[in-house]
């Protein structure tokens, strides 16, 4: 489940190379599932992306205030 929406973009628009990540991130963006995470992708030659994300709202945190 932790991969679904790296395969469910794979699958819908095929390898687009490091690009892919940020249309991952648009599919993980407001589901309440998702709490902290890395990413990272490659591209053609050198070109590499990558960043770390933390939901500011995540449930389990939201009740300890």
Known sequence: ???????????????MS???LMFVLSELIGRPDVG???????GPGLAAEGFHAESLSHPNE???G
């Open 1 to 15: 489940w932790q991969l679904q929406a790296s395969r469910d973009t794979l699958f819908r628009y095929g390898n």
């Open 36 to 42: 902290k995470g890395v990413a990272l992708a490659f």
């Open 18 to 20: 490091s690009s892919t």
């Open 62 to 64: 939201a009740d300890h």
